[in-house]
């Protein structure tokens, strides 16, 4: 079951393409698209930088979940670090700090290779991807986050069988580390428990609904390079279920629900990479490729509930 | 399309509060086996059609090393004959019209390991049926249709499951009989997002999970009859929430059930298994259920009650009562960009009827809400009803003169006595371990099904529409 370990960057690149080519077999549609740029041995793994994609960012689903395909990982906070191994890889303490979940050993060294077949938090355990955002603080002490939700589905608007796995080794980061004010479009947000209104900045929250940091990542590939220089121009966002034509891809539209245990008035937060309108996340996909690809083409194809994530397993209700 | 008609609130966190019911402190109870009740399961089919593959007979693992290989090559029609052994897999099933079936249930075992997610998971596949087998240690669910339709699951045992035993969810036509499931820390049984479900679960067993029976937002011709929910830390819920469709859960019928002893403390349970510990019926949010002939004895807080279920992270807020006939794919949802503050589902329009209830902490029946604005239902208005039961208290007092089922009420006080569910919280019971539902008891070896495991498979369309006027209340189980 678990994915083969590869020993060198070209071997996991030819995963990529392997993986990509398996799995658009069945849909003719996004992969076809773009199978000619990574049919070659060798995928670049880095996108020369430029302007930045889907400045507007997502068309998200809101409301209550059911009513299209998806799949949900729920993934335990695994541990904390001044790592990134998508901005700063191989450069320990260069970032700020950062909440990790998934594959359980990440740090700054890690690669694709590192991670593939190792232990996770997550419950399903083919999902050996990490996960991260920048640590919550709350005057000034470090909030320790309780768990992700990670909905896996296809974009409002964008054919269920086009989404392709995305591939292994992709890099992608939602929302702008930078930003000092609030960010546009909807790419981040805070919220309470399940609620999917998205506030720019954190909300009161009751005790059984704490405060959630939502983030959605770009569902649009360019079908060629799994980061960029700007870690923004190799992926984009959909628009009204399209893909731009630079990125013609359909990935899975990744939406992670960030738990926090916070609620109530009284709190002064902020984030590690500044204030509260810093909020980003970001997505290493180490995940096994065979697991992947079974459940995009088993529940996001099909377009049938294969998970929730629902309040029913959030902090105790009516504690507070 | 939908009028919008439910009220928005703020509440405090601490007002919320008030939906546990008192926890008691005692132990697990009685462990009889409880195999009392009548197996009364029926199906409604006919002989596979004459189209390609039927009653073609795959063997595994003499055909096929894999069930998954097995049911892969399976057609319209085919049998899928599992022999015994242990099997480690996770089968997800798009074959549709098939039978899956064990040749002894206590000696094929799907086995997760704490590794896999789903023993079998049925996915947008109709005509599905599972029988004679065992499916445990699944860090997901023992067995689980989703978006499937004409589905039975027999004979089934589940137990040690991260999260449902059987499970079904926007699954329709469907009938789970003489099966088990236990362990779980949600639910042994599961039937969510249906309307109208036209779902029967028959004569099966569900013990040690957080919950026996839960149903998000389902109902309609969904009948849980003839079955004993025991040692959970609730028996029997239906409820409802706006984090799924459909809502709110409805017109359920539960009658002729052996609950007791659902006071579970050492167990697993999901947080909100803990809210609704030490009750055996507790409706929850859902309305206009039918309740009777149920034996309900030993629980630390009521024997039956209706109770609310505040959300307060609501999506949206209850459907006017012109809705409630729509069935759930007709319905639009809401769009989502409305911040509600809090809905208060409120359990109404139940009917408690002709039950036997003894043995009850704090009342053997029960109907209270929670009212902090004058806008509120007060317990008076909720329109719940109780006849013919056997009990010896209620919350309020005198409930069956207070709210009879036919004819008008005494006119008397619905506060004397109620549930004042604004201070029962403050006793809510320990948070288990997460993993605690690995080391649940392993259940005894359980009926394996009857008849010729190599008979053909039968095409299953729906559930017989069980006559339920003809279920009694069942016998009390020996100690």
């Known amino acids: 079951m678990r994915a083969l370990r590869t020993r060198t960057a070209a071997l996991a690149l030819a995963l990529v393409a392997g993986g990509f080519a398996g799995c658009s077999s069945d849909d003719g549609g996004g992969g076809a698209s773009a199978g000619g740029t990574v049919d070659g041995d060798v995928v670049a793994v880095t996108a020369p930088a430029g302007p930045p994609s889907g400045a507007e960012g997502p068309s998200r689903h809101v409301g209550p979940q059911g009513r299209v395909g998806q799949f949900v990982v729920h993934c335990t906070y695994s541990h904390s670090g001044a790592h990134d191994p998508i901005v700063h890889p191989g450069h320990e303490g260069r970032s700020h700090l950062h909440d990790f979940y998934g594959a359980t050993e990440v740090d700054s060294h890690s690669v694709v290779d590192s991670l593939l077949g190792e232990e996770t938090t997550c419950d399903k355990s083919p999902d050996t991807a990490s996960y991260w955002q920048p640590t919550l603080y709350d005057h000034g002490e470090i909030v320790e986050p309780t768990a992700i939700d990670a909905y896996y589905r296809a974009a409002p608007g964008v054919s269920p069988t086009e989404v392709v796995p995305f591939p292994l080794g992709i890099a992608l980061i939602a929302g702008d580390q930078t930003a000092s004010e ?65 990125h013609p891809v359909h990935l899975p539209q990744l939406t992670v629900s960030v738990a926090f245990p916070i609620s109530g008035d009284g709190h002064d937060l902020s984030l590690a990479s500044g204030n509260v309108y810093s909020a980003h996340g970001d997505f290493l996909n180490a995940w096994d490729p065979d697991g992947l690809r079974r459940e995009v083409e088993q529940c996001i194809h099909r377009d049938v509930v294969c998970d929730l994530a629902s309040n029913r397993g959030e902090e105790p209700l009516f504690t507070g | 399309m939908t009028q919008r008609t439910g009220r928005i609130r703020k509440w405090s966190v601490s007002a919320l509060a008030a939906i546990a019911l008192l926890s008691g402190a005692v132990g697990c109870g009685s462990d009889d086996d409880g195999d009392d009740a009548a197996s009364s399961t029926t199906t409604s089919g006919t002989e596979a059609p004459d189209s390609g593959g039927e009653g073609t007979l795959i063997r595994v693992p003499q055909d096929h090393d894999t069930i998954q290989a097995a049911v892969d090559a399976a057609s319209e029609g085919s049998v899928v004959l599992v022999d015994a052994g242990t099997y480690e897999e996770a089968v997800d099933v798009t074959t549709p019209d098939i039978t899956i079936r064990g040749v002894d249930r206590n000696e094929v075992i799907l086995d997760g390991g704490f590794e896999l997610e789903n023993g079998i998971r049925v996915l947008d596949t109709d005509g599905v049926v599972v029988e004679n087998m065992t499916a445990r240690n699944y860090l997901s669910n023992g067995f689980f249709w989703t978006g499937s339709d004409r589905f039975r699951g027999s004979y089934l045992t589940a137990y040690r499951n991260g999260d449902y035993g059987i499970y079904a969810f926007d699954a329709y036509h469907g009938q789970f009989d003489n099966s088990y499931g236990g362990g779980s820390p949600d639910a042994g049984f599961y039937v969510g997002q249906c309307y109208s479900c036209d779902v029967v679960i028959d004569n099966v067993i569900a013990e040690y999970n957080g919950l026996g029976y839960s149903g998000t937002n389902s109902g309609g011709d969904l009948y849980i009859i003839n079955s004993t929910f025991r040692n959970n830390r609730a028996g029997i819920v239906p409820n409802s929430g706006s984090y799924e469709l459909c809502y709110p859960g409805r017109s359920n019928t539960i009658v002729g059930n052996i609950v007791h002893d659902n006071n579970m403390l050492d167990g697993p349970g999901i947080d909100v298994s803990l809210i609704a510990q030490g009750n055996g019926i507790l409706l929850a949010g859902s309305i206009n259920n039918v309740v009777e002939r149920n034996l309900v004895f030993n629980h630390d807080r009521t024997g039956i009650a209706a109770v609310p279920f505040p959300e307060e992270d609501a999506s949206d807020v209850p459907p006017p009562e012109s809705d409630l006939e729509i069935p759930c794919d007709e319905i639009d949802p809401p769009s989502g960009d409305e911040e509600i503050e809090l809905v208060l589902w409120n359990a109404t329009g139940n009917r408690f009827v002709g039950n036997v209830i003894e043995s009850s902490g704090l009342a053997d029946m029960a109907s209270a809400t929670l009212a902090f604005t004058e806008d509120d239902l007060v317990t008076a208005e909720l329109n719940n009803c109780f006849s013919g039961n056997t009990f010896t208290s209620t919350a309020p007092v005198d409930l069956e003169l207070l709210a009879p089922c036919d004819g008008e009420g005494n006119g008397g006080d619905f506060t004397d006595g109620e549930l004042n569910l604004g201070v029962l919280i403050a006793d809510l019971p320990p948070t288990p371990d997460k993993d605690s539902y690995k080391t649940t008891p392993e259940p005894p070896a359980q009926e394996t099904m009857p008849g010729d495991v190599e008979a053909p498979h039968v095409h299953f369309e729906a559930p017989e529409k069980p006559d339920v006027d003809a279920i009694t209340v069942p016998a009390k189980p020996s100690p």
């Not at chain 1, 909807?186 to 954190?202: D, F, I, K, N, Y």
């Not at chain 1, 939502?214 to 390079?225: M, Y």
């Open chain 1, 182 to 246: 609030p960010q546009p479009g909807e790419a981040v947000g805070w919220a309470c428990g399940s609620r999917t209104v998205l506030h720019e900045e954190p909300p009161e929250c009751p005790a059984s609904a704490p405060l959630h940091l939502i983030l959605t990542f770009q569902d649009c590939w360019d079908g060629e390079h799994l980061g960029s220089a700007d870690h923004q121009s190799h992926a984009a966002y959909s628009a009204d279920g399209t893909c731009p034509s630079t």
